[in-house]
């Protein structure tokens, strides 16, 4: 009697004819193909999610310095986040910008400051405080302009140039945040260097935890960018800065 339709023939042991083996590969062979295709499609989309940062890490690379290493300008802008819990004082990362910002003042680097922050944050009036320490630091209450509508870093850099007229400065704020900072401020027309703040408590976690915060942010930098928007607030020019420099 034939063998049934259909129904692989044993090989004379017993076993597993070659025929058998061949099948039984043809039907295991697609598991290894889906999960290579997986794979691919998943390291394509991590390049796409990761393209604003790479825009804002390699547009900004030869224009980041070290303190010590900071060229000069008339301007230096300090970029605003949240103050201390008593809502008097910076809190750690707000402090190590205007201690940097202070340091290039005070040695001839920049001549003005001008801070930029939210007057009615969650967390005080960023920009009257930075004034404050600022001016606790030795720097001329004359020498310091606060703007309470830099809401976010696109805004800080629009209004800077929009508002205040500033066509070349240095901005400081911690090396997490600074490609970032340094990239939407030249795309939006300023001349700028960036200027890495102080950071004591800036521990590997905390640098771990604000990379990817940054790098999260990146998208909405590119957004921000491609959709040309303006500052949440718009306000007439202000000679503020001029007035400083001439002061």
Not at 87 to 115: D, H, M, N
Not at 133 to 157: I, N
């Amino acid at each position: 009697m034939s063998e049934a339709p259909g129904r692989p023939a044993a090989s004379p042991g017993g076993g597993t004819s070659d025929a058998d083996v061949s099948g039984v590969a043809s039907v295991v062979s697609p598991r290894p193909r889906r999960r290579r295709r997986v794979a691919v499609l998943g390291v394509a989309a991590l390049l796409l999610a990761s393209l604003p940062w790479l825009w804002t890490t390699l547009a900004a690379r030869d224009h980041v310095y070290a303190e010590a290493d900071a060229p000069a300008a008339d301007v230096v802008i300090v970029l605003g986040t949240a103050v201390a819990p008593d809502r008097q004082r910076p809190g750690e990362r707000l402090a190590g910008r205007l201690e940097t910002a202070a340091e290039l003042v005070t040695s001839g680097r920049a001549k003005v400051v001008l801070v930029s922050g939210d007057g009615g944050g969650t967390s005080g009036d960023e920009p009257a405080v930075m004034t404050a320490y600022l001016t606790e630091l030795g720097v001329d209450a004359r020498r310091v302009v606060a703007d309470p509508f830099g809401l976010d870093t696109y805004d800080s850099c629009a209004r800077a140039r929009e508002v205040y007229g500033v066509e070349r400065a240095l901005v400081v704020t911690q090396s997490f945040h600074l490609s970032r900072a340094v990239t939407l401020c030249r795309h939006l027309g300023l001349d700028v260097d960036g200027v890495t703040a102080r950071c004591d408590e800036c521990g590997p976690l905390l640098l771990a935890e604000k990379s990817v915060r940054d790098y999260l942010a990146s998208g909405k930098a590119a957004w921000d960018v491609v959709l040309g928007r303006p500052p949440a607030v718009r306000s007439p020019a202000d000679p503020a800065v001029r007035n400083a420099l001439r002061g």
